[in-house]
């Protein structure tokens, strides 16, 4: 018996969500991340990486560049409206204000900049 799961198809199931990929964008110092830098990070091949990678550039998760002969860096796309910028987005808030990212706390908007009647 395989140690791998599969899926009902037969399939390997997936290890690597594309959420635990965007997190590693997000903790990244860096503005881009190599498919070997992400695949040691995650624990799976550079191949399933680059393969997963290549699925998320179609759905404009993620792009690319090749920088060298056989060099291909990837990042997030930071236009306004992305599924990924709005992933991103929304996981800087939790992580700054936690489980009152709706305001539902007394004092959770102190410090913050007045923004006027009009805002």
């Known amino acids: 018996m395989s140690e791998y799961p599969r899926d009902g198809g037969g399939r390997f199931a997936e290890k690597v969500s594309e959420r635990d990929i965007l997190d590693l964008f997000a903790e990244a110092d860096a503005p881009f991340l190599t498919a070997p830098e992400i695949a040691a990070r995650v624990g799976v091949t550079r191949q399933a990486i680059t393969y997963r990678l290549k699925r998320m550039q ?23 409206g992305s599924r990924a910028a709005s992933y991103l987005s929304w996981k800087a808030i939790d992580e700054r204000y ?13 410090g913050l900049e007045d923004l006027g009647e009009n805002a």
Do not use: H, I, M
Not at 67 to 75: C, E, I, K, L
Not at 99 to 107: A, T
């Open 58 to 80: 179609e759905k404009g998760l993620v792009d690319r560049k090749d920088v060298g002969s056989n060099a291909v860096v990837w990042w997030v796309p930071d236009e306004e």
């Open 98 to 110: 936690g489980d009152d990212r709706f305001g539902q706390n007394p004092g959770w908007a102190e």
